[in-house]
């Protein structure tokens, strides 16, 4: 082998030494630097979950505004007022309640889907605006995405109401008065598409009869115009009236008779297939710290154990439920799915007005 062969071997082998190197240096380098960036995240990772224990141990650190999304002295309006005494005490914060009533109870949630998931913005409203209003009214909202579902405190127990002097002393004696008297008769309730409203035209398609419908912005109202002999009857979102003896009941939207009210005949015995199944509920902005929502069902579902609320389930006639968060979600996703059949079936809807999400 000649002097210059030997050169160039020597310097091959000089350079695969140099690359070795280089190559076990860019490791050493690369491995250090990605060990810098997993250690840089871990720490930012525990200080975001330091800092968002400490804000939610805090909350709340200020007054919360609570929409009520029905008008002022109705059942929605009255149970979150029995509720927030204790709810207030155990949160150590007032609660404002704010009338964003209309829509039957949408108009109100449509402006609470834009607030700041915070937990300072929430509403107290019904199902309604959620599972059966949506299905025949467009919306602004997702009703199944544009929420959480915070806790749902109360079931409601409603009927058709006539003022005491009325003639319509059964509600046989409305449904043949109506059969006799086609557009005559008219009814008023919390608002287009609720139960209250579903209820009385399932009636009417079966009975084969023709009355009227008189929307309001909530149950207070909507009896208020059949007390004052505006419209016939009321199909109302609670049964106050009816034991106070200021209204008749004549027909009950439960599956079996209410004990407060035992002779007055039921919309599933009755056989109408069709019956309320609303409760009473707090909504929160879509996307809300689960340890916020934890707060709040506990105060509320605390303040469930109180004299005024007892009180206002003897004076309205509702009966008190405890769904939290996830079962309440769960509740509302089967309501939707059952709605729509159930709609379908009866021939009141071919396809949702709004979609769910």
């Known amino acids: 082998m000649c002097k210059n062969e030997k050169r160039t071997i020597g310097s091959w082998k000089g350079a695969e030494v140099l690359l070795k190197t ?3 240096q860019e490791e050493v380098r690369e491995m250090t630097t990605r060990t810098k960036i997993i250690g840089l995240g871990v720490s930012v990772l525990v200080l975001l979950v330091v800092f968002s224990g400490a804000a939610m141990a805090a909350y709340p650190e ?3 505004t609570m929409y009520c999304v029905f008008a002022p002295g109705g059942t929605v309006d009255t149970s979150i007022r029995a509720l927030t005494p204790e709810s207030e005490r155990s949160l150590g914060k007032n609660i404002v309640i704010v009338t964003k009533d209309g829509g039957g109870g949408t108009m109100g949630l449509a402006l609470l889907a834009k607030e700041k998931p915070d937990g300072y913005t929430l509403a107290a409203g019904t199902s309604t605006g959620i599972v059966r209003v949506p299905l025949t009214l467009k919306m602004t909202y ?5 929420f959480t579902f915070v806790y749902a405190y109360a079931g409601a127990v409603s009927g058709l109401l006539v003022r005491s002097e009325s003639p ?11 059969r006799q008297n086609p557009g005559k008769v008219t ?3 919390m608002g287009t598409g609720s139960p209250l409203h579903v209820i009385m035209e399932v009636i009417a398609m079966k009975e084969k009869i023709k009355w009227v419908h008189i929307p309001y912005k909530g149950t207070a109202p909507a009896e208020t115009a059949a007390l004052g002999g505006h419209v016939d009857a009321v199909s109302a979102g609670d049964l106050t009236k009816a034991l106070t003896g200021q209204m008749r009941a004549l027909l009950i939207h439960t599956k079996e008779r209410f004990e407060k009210l035992p002779a007055v005949p039921t919309s599933i015995e009755l056989g109408y297939n069709y019956y309320n199944d ?3 509920s707090v909504f929160g902005p879509p996307g809300m710290d689960p340890a916020v929502v934890k707060k709040l069902e506990d105060a509320f579902e605390k303040a469930q154990a109180t004299p005024a609320w007892k009180q206002w389930l003897e004076q309205t006639g509702q009966v008190t439920v405890k769904m939290k968060s996830a079962e309440y979600t769960k509740f509302l996703e089967e309501a ?4 729509i059949q159930i709609q379908k079936a009866l021939g009141l809807l071919t ?3 709004t979609q769910p999400r």
């Open 278 to 280: 609303t409760v009473f």
């Open 336 to 339: 939707w799915s059952r709605e």
């Open 62 to 64: 200020k007054t919360i």
């Open 168 to 178: 319509f002393k059964t509600f046989k004696d409305l449904v043949e008065y109506a």
């Open 142 to 146: 997702k009703p199944l995405s544009s």
């Open 351 to 353: 396809e949702p007005a």
């Open 22 to 24: 280089f190559y076990q």
């Open 187 to 189: 009814y008023s309730t």
